[in-house]
């Protein structure tokens, strides 16, 4: 095998604004495996919330990359990453999943199958799509709200957690009367205290909003699970829920945990997370982070084991380099092209390129 890499500036169609910061762009690392004339493709991209800069995602995806290409076939590359290899080496879990992804696009092509089947599901999964809006006056939010609705979507999540609650309260309450038969979700992105989440859920939830997603500061998974056991709406766990441990310690405490392949390593750690959460009254939710067709591909192909997806991050871009998830009409679908069914149809604007 032969690994190439390249890193590419996503542009945001406009800055996202949420409680700890505002977002108007991110670096994307595209790892890109060869074998016998095909080729397999992975994304990961830049989070200053994670600690991972471009360089520090670059010099792992090399190094992964080249661990991969060490194998003979992609398929036994795949099944020593899903072995736990290489161990020891504190690789970031959002490479991890690039990595990984890559190997299955490739794997899924060589087989002529998509990669919900190399899962172990018949069926291409569709999925209604949450859409996010961001912190912002009123008037925007009122009209984001009704052009999404007009496009179908049905699942709106509207970011909150201002220095004025109210803020946040009268922008919920324009958005459910500009989309009155949209399901709501809230995200404060553990903005409030567990004083304000208590005072504001209940006000959340007589505007008819029907979860909200981390209230509370991360770090005390603990009073997460008390807010929860009282709260008038269910709680999802994001920032609380990384890994596998963190949802063992919430199973069964927490109504839903946001699940993201980047944080958790991949599609087989999302796999194992949903076995655990199985039976034990916790939902799972599938989210992302803003990335292109490519990043949100391999969880759009588990998307129909989830409660809710949170899968947008490619429709939150001015341009999007890859396409074949669709989304714009508020559906995400797997599709049954080889692999992870994505193709590049431009390469935007390339930063670095690296041969592995």
């Not at 553990?190 to 006000?203: F, H, I, K, N, S």
């Not at 766990?237 to 405490?253: F, H, P, Q, S, T």
């Not at 949100?296 to 998830?325: E, K």
């Amino acid at each position: 095998m032969k690994a190439t890499q390249r890193t590419v500036r996503l542009e945001l169609t406009e800055p996202l604004r949420i409680s700890r910061s505002t977002m108007a762009a991110r670096d994307a690392v595209w790892l890109t495996l060869e074998h016998d004339g095909q080729t397999g493709h992975g994304e990961a991209v830049t989070s200053v919330y994670f600690g991972l800069d471009t360089d520090t995602l670059a010099r792992h995806i090399a190094a992964l990359g080249a661990y991969a290409v060490r194998f003979s076939t992609p398929e036994n590359a795949l099944e020593a990453l899903w072995a736990g290899e290489p161990a020891g080496q504190d690789i970031p879990p959002a490479v991890t999943a690039a990595v990984e992804a890559a190997l299955l696009d490739l794997v899924g092509k060589r087989a002529d199958r998509p990669v919900h089947r190399l899962l172990g599901a018949p069926a291409a999964p569709v999925a209604a799509t949450a859409r996010t809006i961001g912190i912002t006056t009123p008037l925007r939010a009122a009209a984001q709200a009704r052009c999404l609705a007009a496009d179908g979507f049905t699942l709106l999540k509207v970011k909150v957690g201002a220095a004025d609650p109210q803020d946040d309260v009268e922008r919920v309450r324009v958005i459910r009367d500009a989309a009155p038969r949209a399901r709501l979700l809230i995200d404060p992105n553990g903005a409030w205290t567990v004083p304000q989440a208590r005072a504001l859920l209940p006000r959340f939830a007589q505007l008819g909003v029907e979860a909200a997603e981390q209230p509370t500061a991360p770090g005390d998974p603990e009073a997460l699970c008390a807010l929860a056991r009282r709260a008038e709406l269910p709680v999802i766990a994001d920032e609380d829920a990384v890994d596998l441990a963190g949802v063992r310690r919430l199973a069964g405490r927490v109504q839903g945990v946001n699940v993201k392949l980047a944080k958790c390593g991949g599609v087989q750690a999302a796999l194992r997370i949903a076995e655990l959460l199985d039976g034990s009254g916790t939902e799972l939710m599938l989210g992302c982070l803003t990335a292109s067709s490519l990043g949100l591909a391999p969880a759009v192909h588990l998307a129909d084991r989830a409660r809710w997806a949170d899968l947008d991050g490619h429709l939150l871009l001015a341009h999007d380099p890859w396409t074949g998830i669709g989304g714009h009409d508020g559906h995400v679908r797997a599709g049954d092209a080889p692999g992870l069914g994505v193709r590049l149809v431009h390469a935007g604007e390339v930063r670095r390129e690296d041969v592995a």
